[in-house]
């Protein structure tokens, strides 16, 4: 694989995702009591009721999906089958050399996130979440972390891009 300013670009990119959310995480698990089965946990409010950290522990995936799954199909689930996909899409975009900067911003966003929450399951068994948004119940977040907003915040890039091309088609 040739080092060009591009893969350098995705590399970057990736390892900033990781490092952001590895970081935040930290600070969460040594600053912010967690949330378990008999403690609520301590709560922060950032912005009144409306944005709350906390400190989650999440066995699952996004609200904690597959959190009681049995132990095997978990591990497919949630580790495998994610690696599999995050070293594909990888593949791919380090591979197909037309490939718009937003959306090789918005792959490399997503593979970092998807690391960074993969990592988590290995190394924790669990992934640490700690962010929630409610503003006044019109509109209500699972309880997520930095990987997530990483991993969101590429799919909405890609979805614009994908409808700018089909606008510039018509």
């Known amino acids: 694989m040739k080092l060009s300013k591009r893969n350098i670009y995705i590399f970057l990119v990736i390892i900033i995702t990781i490092a ?3 970081i935040s995480k930290i600070l ?3 600053d912010i009591e967690p949330r378990t089965a008999s403690s609520a946990g301590e709560r922060i409010s950032l912005i009144g009721d409306m944005f709350i950290m906390m400190n989650v522990e999440n066995t699952g995936a996004f609200l904690g999906m597959g959190s009681d799954l049995n132990p095997m199909l978990r591990l497919i689930v949630l580790l495998i089958l994610p690696i599999v996909v995050l070293g594909m899409v990888l593949f791919h975009i380090l591979k197909e050399q037309n490939i718009d900067k937003w959306s090789l ?3 490399a966003s997503i593979i970092g996130g998807g690391i960074a929450n993969v990592y988590d399951r290995i190394v924790y068994g669990s992934v640490t979440d700690f962010f929630y948004i409610d503003l006044g119940g019109v509109f209500r977040t699972g309880i997520f972390n930095m990987a997530d907003v ?3 915040t590429g799919m909405i890039i890609l979805l614009f891009v994908s409808l700018g091309k089909k606008k510039k088609t018509t």
């Open 150 to 152: 990483s991993v969101t």
């Open 105 to 107: 911003f918005a792959f």
């Open 28 to 30: 969460v698990r040594q």
């Open 20 to 22: 952001v959310d590895q």
